[in-house]
Structures are given as structure tokens and as C-alpha cells.
């Protein structure tokens, strides 16, 4: 089992930077998949970025350039850094952890960070 913890939103204007942290308490996070996911009311949660064991990525096009997730396995720790901010990245973002690997359904969340983007 693995509990997470976010942190790192915030209140940032448009084209700005901003870097999220998951704090990820467990003994496997080195041997599991990543990623982060955000929602905003009346929608599904959407993945936003995603890390393998191999520190292969993957990104949809929505944020794609702009988006870059990594991840520390000796803190036990995933990132998201996020830079030329745009509204439409306003959401709630979650960090989750994958054990089935890329394109797996994720077993457990944190509670989410909000990020609004101010325009």
C-alpha cells in the first residue's frame, strides 16, 4: 500500500511556472508506475502525465511541451513541473500510483492540490 501527498499548488498567472510534489509513503514507489491526473467540476479525472519504472513518460497533447514529470526513487518522491501555464490547466491535480504500469487503472490517490491560473 501506498499513500500519497501533494503539494505545490497555488494561485499563479498565465505563462507562469509552477512545480508539484507527491510525497509517497511505502516501500514499493521504486518498483511501481506514476502519474499525475487533474479534474475540474462536472468532468472525469484526465491524465496528465505518466512515469514508468524506466522513467519513460508519456503526455497527452493538451499539455504536451509544457508538462515535464519525474520522479526521485531515493525520496521516494514524484514532481510535475509545469511552465507556460495556461485557464485551461485550472484544476485539481492528483498524484496516483500505477502497478499494472503504463495505461493501468491506479489503485491509490492522494488528496489533491488545487492550482488555479489566474488570466
Known amino acids: 500500500q501506498v499513500q500519497l501527498v501533494e503539494s505545490g499548488g497555488g494561485l499563479v498567472q498565465a505563462g507562469g511556472p509552477l512545480r508539484l510534489s507527491c510525497a509517497a509513503s511505502?516501500?514499493?514507489?521504486?518498483?511501481?508506475?506514476m502519474a499525475w491526473y487533474r479534474q475540474t467540476p462536472g468532468k472525469q479525472r484526465e491524465l496528465v502525465a505518466e512515469i514508468g519504472t524506466d522513467e519513460t513518460t508519456y503526455y497527452p497533447d493538451a499539455v504536451k511541451g509544457r508538462f515535464t514529470i519525474s520522479r526521485d526513487n531515493d525520496k521516494s518522491t514524484l514532481f510535475l513541473q509545469m511552465s507556460s501555464l495556461k485557464s485551461e490547466d485550472t484544476a485539481v491535480y492528483y498524484c496516483?500510483?500505477?502497478?499494472?504500469?503504463?495505461?493501468?487503472?491506479?489503485?491509490?490517490w492522494g488528496q489533491g492540490t488545487q492550482v488555479t491560473v489566474s488570466s
Open positions: 496516483a500510483s500505477q502497478p499494472g504500469g503504463a495505461n493501468s487503472d491506479p489503485d491509490y
Open positions: 511505502g516501500s514499493i514507489f521504486r518498483v511501481i508506475a
